[in-house]
């Protein structure tokens, strides 16, 4: 049995490395626009937008006066990343470089599922999921943040200060791996990896500050933007358009937004609601008791999905911070993630049919585009609702109420059975 378990271990392997470089043979081909991928071109992104900021950040400054800088400090990390492989022009170079991200979090997760009480799906959810979202996944510097992401995590079962100062990094290329610390154990290793995240956050923060001028220009440019298109709150105003709101859509900071009537109203709310989102994560926290080797990853996936579903703002790319998130969770044997993960992976999928391939349909608010919004957005609730309740059930305790002391179930006086 154990030769023979061995074996089908090796077999699966092999199999989910062999797809692995498929996949990924198949994305390089449509950056590289060896094959031509309907709808707009994903690839400008890093070609004219990225290589622009590169320029910029060589010359000694952040980009102060470019709207579409909307990232933290060490966001020039990536962006300059492709110095690394100066034989490459600039943007084979960065999609090169987001191909071997891909392969390390391939990696990690693989030599993770070869631990006792692990096992492979996280890694076959990784392998399928990342080809989901076609061309735009190796075209955005997203990928990067995660592969932070899910080392950290990994690496946090056994190492906390690892997983906090990996964290703080992750926070200061993109702020969402913030999250990955909401679910550390009580205690010390809370203590260890808070304390490490804070200190590497410090000392990173005041390097870019100290190196190039404007690191946290980014903070006007985030605040300012608007309703992007492909938000869950955008829904409103593409239904409402088959009513005749007289509103439109403009290209600002660097996406398609809603502007017109109750725009900035429902903004707002949704704004409310990641208040909302993150008032429930703490009082999660609070009331969290049992906390068990996956209840990290469950917890940071969950966090990451509540606060993309009410951001003003789900871009494509976005899809791949929680699919690497339940691709860890799927890592632990006791993870009850399962569902909510299969939603995103689903999720992911509709993501790729709304864009590239039918965003002339989202943009002009048809049929075709409404349903698309619909389903991708709905899917991303249903995994939300589902993860939060499932993290609930499985560490904050159940209240048993006891009967009343001299008290029967049924509420009458209970006496002894040899009362005369």
Known sequence: MTVRTGASGRGSRVLSLAVWGLSR????????KVFTVPGPDVTSDVSVIYRGWYEVLR????????????????????????????????????????????????????????????????????????PLLGPTVYARYDLMVTTVAVAALLAGVRHPRVLGALAAFGTLLKVWPVLLLVGTVRGGETRRAWSSAAVTAAVLALAAAVALPGAFAFLTFQRDRGLEIESLGALVFHVARQFGWEGRVELRYGSMEFAGPNVALVSTLALALSVLAFGWLLVWRLRARAFAVHTPADAAFTAVLLFTVT???????????PLGLAAVCLVFRGSRMARPACLVLVATAVTLLEFPLGFAHVVASDAEGVALMAVRNGLLVAATLDAGRRLWRDTVPRVRREPAVGISRDGRADTPASAP
């Open 25 to 32: 043979a198949v994305l390089l081909l449509c950056v590289f």
């Open 311 to 321: 951001s003003r703002v789900i871009s494509p790319q976005y899809m791949v911070w």
């Open 59 to 130: 010359a000694g400054s952040f980009p102060l006066d470019d709207v579409t800088w909307q990232y933290p400090p060490a966001a020039a990390l990536a962006v300059l990343a492709p110095d690394l492989l100066p034989f490459l022009e600039y943007s084979s170079a960065f999609f090169v470089l987001v191909l071997l991200c891909d392969a390390l979090v391939f990696g990690l997760l693989l030599y993770a599922a070869a631990r006792p009480g692990m096992r492979e799906a996280g890694t076959w959810l990784w392998v399928v999921g990342v």
